[in-house]
């Protein structure tokens, strides 16, 4: 109690390994970072392995996830050194710079090709618009400089006689050489003709093939099959037998280039008000660089590649109905499943994902179990997203990721299939719509056998997205979190100081090491009067707590404000204490940690003035 007193104060202090002094200057507050936004984690495919024993992998992935180093410190594994790049241009690389600017090309001729700004494929050169009028459309004497006929070879090898001289006399023709000659000459009109429509009918069936190969449509001429198969059929009969060849060129040309424009327009072209991603206009400013960059880092910066994923992401949040989903209101339920909470070390907003509170069958059945539901809640988790991203910082150099933390602890599991469903097909809309918004994925409270799913997929991730991953089992889940987020801005439910109370998310956390079997001490200098304030966590607990105030004066006694006690892991997680200090001095507290295990020790404190 703090009226308990003693006689002496230097009796008071108990003989400890380790004393840490803070002065009694107010910690500076950190400034708050920027706004959040969240992302799905990869779904749980099925698994055909036999399933690993729970003492095993648990001892796998507690090596895995965490080795001692010479401060007898815990590393996270190697798989989560992903540096993420830098959204600056002048950090680019010189191929990097290439590819962004033809990237900006292929959309600025997008939205120059048409008066309505739409975003189609660039136009081809002439030359290449030429080449694919004479595949898709052959005219009479288009079918005569691309196909050459057995009968119009002769004539081509007589042509250079004339030029070559020579004395000798040319040798008659035979009578039976005239007649052949004669008969050849009747015939060749329509073994021509049969040739042209035999090649014209290969060469559409080659077209049509090739075609419907391709996943993607390259330049004004690039049609699907359907296209193709119209526009032959719909020149082909607009073709007049008896109108000259040089009068037809003209008419087919201009219903070629109509019907390519058209198909165009049909195919690729987006409304103006979408030539904007995420609120940022295309093109408008050095916030859009941000934006391209993500989709070629997202393709390899493959630019052809990248600008087809582009244009795909507009046409779907067109289709999708991003504009109005973002104001419909969609209910709470979901409200502790999935949330933003805090920053990283780095600033990069944390979303958390709660997989455990499945577990409520209600909360389950109401969100999973049937196809509307599921498709709600598709379109709450787009939302979520989508709100989130518009926070976010798109200016080079900017925060624009986030770190996802999921929670895996009471997962539903592989057995899940309405769970399994819903991930799968939220995960397949955010990897081809939203590239390169994931900082880290930080999977905590892992359970066995999710280690065995992981070590199946993991071959075939890229060694980029593996080294995004970080992975610990329950009794590492609260240090690993600490590696990449400081304890203030990690809710208390995961091992944090961040709650509502007294103290913010700004008010910085001490973290102190206690070694197996030691007693550790930590001093508050005070000179004036006051009221102090603090907090106190150990993760974990087990371990005794107790706290003192010891005047400076040596006449003085020591108060007792927190008698030692044992603080067992299942009782409060943050003991908060005050003290009203009358006269310089200082507050010990003391952690005496009996276990053979190292304990994180977290504090914080704070003095407000008083006038009594």
């Known amino acids: 109690m703090a009226d308990e007193v003693q006689n002496t104060a230097s009796d008071v202090v108990p003989q400890v390994d380790e004393v840490v002094v803070v002065p009694d200057v107010p910690q500076a507050e950190k400034s708050p970072a920027a706004a959040a936004v969240g992302k799905e984690p990869p779904p749980v495919p099925e698994s055909d392995e036999e399933p690993v024993k729970p003492k095993q992998v648990e001892e796998a992935l507690e090596t895995e996830v965490s080795k001692p180093d010479v401060d007898d410190q815990e590393k996270v594994p190697q798989s989560g050194s992903f540096k993420e790049e830098s959204s600056r241009v002048a950090d680019l690389l010189e191929n990097e710079k290439k590819a962004l600017e033809e990237l900006k090309q292929l959309v600025q001729e997008a939205l120059n090709k048409h008066e309505s700004g739409g975003l ?31 009968d119009e070879k002769e004539p081509a090898k007589e042509e250079p006689k004339d030029e070559v001289v020579t004395d000798e006399p040319p040798i008659p023709k035979t009578e039976t050489e005239t007649e052949t000659e004669t008969v050849a000459e009747a015939k060749k009109e329509p073994e021509k003709e049969e040739t042209i429509n035999l090649l014209e009918t290969e060469g559409i069936e080659e077209k049509v093939a090739a075609t419907a190969v391709s996943d993607t449509v390259e330049d004004d001429g690039a049609k699907t099959v359907e296209a193709i198969e119209e526009t032959i059929v719909s020149v082909s009969s607009s073709v007049q037998p008896e109108q000259p060849a040089a009068a037809k060129e003209p008419a087919e040309a201009d219903v070629v280039l109509e019907e390519t424009q058209e198909d165009a327009k049909t195919e690729d072209q987006v409304p103006p008000e979408d030539m904007s991603i995420w609120g940022i206009p295309l093109l408008a400013d050095e916030r859009s660089d941000v934006i391209l960059l993500k989709f070629l880092r997202a393709r390899d910066f493959k630019v052809k590649d990248a600008f087809a994923m582009l244009k795909n ?16 209101d969609l209910g709470d339920d979901l409200e502790k499943v999935v949330f933003m909470h805090g920053f990283d070390k780095e600033g990069h907003p944390v979303c958390y994902n709660v997989y455990g509170e499945f577990q409520n069958k209600e909360l389950y059945q109401k969100t999973f179990s049937d196809e509307e539901k599921r498709q709600k809640f598709l379109r709450w988790r787009i939302q979520f997203l989508e709100k989130s991203i518009r926070i976010l910082d798109f200016r080079p150099g900017g925060i624009c990721t986030i770190v996802q933390v999921n929670d895996l602890k009471n997962s539903p599991g592989p057995a899940k299939w309405e ?83 007294e103290f913010a998310n700004t008010d910085a ?21 006051c009221l102090l304030t603090w907090e106190v966590r150990v993760v974990g607990w087990d371990v005794s707590y107790g706290a003192e105030f010891v005047p400076s004066a040596e006449d003085s006694y020591t108060v007792i404000i927190q008698k030692a006690r044992k603080v067992a892991s299942t009782e409060e997680p943050v003991v908060c204490n005050n003290f009203k200090i009358g006269e310089p001095g200082k507050v010990i507290l003391t952690i005496d940690n009996p276990t053979s295990k190292k304990k994180k020790l977290l504090y914080r404190l704070k003095t407000k003035p008083t006038s009594d």
């Open 120 to 150: 189609a494929m660039p136009q081809q050169p002439e030359a290449a618009k030429e080449d694919e009028k004479k595949e898709l459309v052959v005219t009479e004497n288009e079918k005569k400089e691309v196909v050459v006929t057995e």
């Open 419 to 501: 769970l399994r469903q819903a991930t799968k097909q939220a995960l397949q809309l955010l990897q081809d719509n939203y590239p390169e918004f994931v900082a880290r994925q930080v999977f905590i409270n892992v359970p066995w056998w999710y280690l065995a799913v992981n070590r199946m997929i993991s071959p075939f991730l890229t060694q980029r997205t593996r080294s995004k991953f970080v992975f610990a089992g329950p009794s590492k889940s609260a240090e690993t979190l600490f590696r990449y987020i400081a304890a203030e801005q990690v809710p208390v439910k995961y091992g944090g100081l961040s709650k509502d109370g």
């Open 313 to 328: 992401t507009i046409r779907w949040r067109k289709e999708f109905g991003i504009d109005e989903l973002i104001e419909q």
């Open 509 to 529: 956390v001490t973290e102190i090491t206690v070694k197996p079997s030691a007693k550790h001490t930590v001093e508050f200098p005070v000179t004036e009067t």
